[in-house]
């Protein structure tokens, strides 16, 4: 028995050779079958506080630190030749 896993990878790929009237269908298909089910919708994660206690307490002025090295990589990747 497949995993479910592989089968959403298998239906995915199915759905990206559909053109797109049939992408419009499947698309009205699918928001049906979630409106018919009570589905735990996910829920927004916060990320605050999460580079609490990394030691970026330490640096004295770390908005001028982050602008500093912002600009050393912006010139790097417009200096290199392509």
Do not use: H, Y
């Not at 298998?10 to 559909?18: P, T």
């Not at 589905?39 to 002025?61: H, N, Q, T, V, Y």
């Amino acid at each position: 028995m497949r995993s479910t896993a592989i089968k959403k990878m298998e239906l995915r790929n199915r759905i990206v050779g559909l053109p797109e009237q049939e992408i419009d269908a499947i698309e009205k298909f699918v928001a049906g079958l979630l409106a018919q089910k009570d589905i735990d919708r996910p829920r927004p994660i916060s990320l605050a506080g999460m580079w609490k206690g990394r030691g970026f307490e330490r640096i004295a002025d770390l908005e001028s630190e982050i602008l500093k090295i912002r600009t050393e990589l912006g010139n790097s990747i417009l200096g290199r030749d392509l």
